[in-house]
């Protein structure tokens, strides 16, 4: 198959991702990943953390937080990478995890047991008790993807939550799919309850615009536009029918490439705004990042500091 789609000529390719110029549209749950990506991630306090890679296929990692507002001290993760390779960015199996001075455990485990099929395997532990696991199997035809999810299955009980994904490439700008949510157990109203949500994407040459809906009357609305220049931009709209509740923010991306550096910003309809700044200290593999945060509606503020090495 040729590497331009829908017979384009090379340079009307579109800007966007790699992954909306192939055939298949990947997962329901990577429908407003473009819009997620330019948000930033912000914190409070200070956070210090140092990787090292043991291998080319292994690397472990040591945090420090110290905050007020999210759990502080210390952690160690590791990252294991497999040989089998299916794509330049695509290797399996993938494990990874970390574990704080208390032993509570994070896991994940992404394997492909097919070219075509990817597993992925989430468990948590905290105080010597399994708090949470979950199982996705992602099935990627030529044209869509099909996933099933099980999380916290248990069979003594009954209980447990099964979601499944369809999303469909119907046009060569145009994705659709679906999703429906069950839950079952003594604790769901009548043992038993199921949602739906459909879904679609739009994109053209340096947009898309995304959005899922279900009949309770929420609505999740992304559009994110890309260009040649150094800026992204995006916008997310959150709204409730029945509650009468929306929230709308808008976010940005400037990339600094001279400068080695990068800022994200957002603003939301709350009166919230945040901010980060990371600058790469080349040729050292150092990166120090700025974190602000400012509600003007509670005349809150948050402010942090962070410094990566490796």
């Known amino acids: ?16 991702d790699q992954t909306l110029l192939s055939q298949n549209p990947g997962t329901f749950e990577d429908l407003h ?63 990874l995890g970390d574990v704080d001075q208390n032993g509570n455990l994070n896991a994940n485990i992404i394997h492909s047991f097919h070219p075509n099929l990817r597993t992925r ?26 996933s099933i999810t099980a999380a916290n299955t248990d069979i003594i009980s009954n209980s447990g939550i099964v979601i499944g994904h369809y999303l469909q490439r119907v046009s060569k700008r145009l994705d659709l799919g679906c999703e429906l949510l069950v839950q079952y157990g003594k604790n769901v109203p009548n043992n038993r309850m199921a949602l739906y949500s459909i879904g ?14 279900n009949p309770l009357g929420s609505m999740h609305l992304c559009y994110y ?18 509650t009468m509740d929306s929230t709308s923010t808008f976010c940005y991306q400037v990339d600094l490439a001279k400068a080695n550096m990068t800022f994200k910003g957002m603003v939301d309809s709350n009166w919230q705004t945040g901010a980060v700044l990371e600058k790469r200290l080349l040729p050292l593999p150092f990166t120090f990042v700025l974190s602000g945060f400012l509600n003007h509606v509670k005349s809150s503020y948050k402010f ?4 990566t090495i490796g």
Not at 225 to 239: A, C
């Open 225 to 242: 536009h890309q260009s040649k220049s150094p800026i992204q931009f995006g916008v997310e709209l959150e709204s409730n029918l029945r």
């Open 200 to 213: 679609w994407r739009y994109f053209g040459n340096d947009w898309q615009f995304s959005g899922v809906v």
């Open 121 to 146: 395997l989430v468990g948590q532990i905290a105080d010597g008790i399994l708090q949470g696991y979950q199982m996705t199997s992602d099935y990627k035809g030529r044209d869509y993807t099909a």
């Open 304 to 307: 942090g500091i962070g410094f």
């Open 33 to 95: 990943k473009k819009t997620k990506e330019i948000f930033p991630i912000i914190f409070e306090g200070f956070k210090f953390s140092l990787n090292k890679m043991i291998s080319t296929h292994f690397q472990i990692n040591h945090s420090i937080t110290m905050s007020s507002v999210t759990p502080s001290g210390y952690k160690f993760g590791a990252t294991y990478v497999g040989l089998q390779q299916q794509s330049p960015s695509e290797v399996y199996p993938i494990i």
């Open 1 to 16: 198959m040729s590497s331009i789609p829908f017979g384009q000529k090379a340079e009307d390719q579109p800007v966007l």
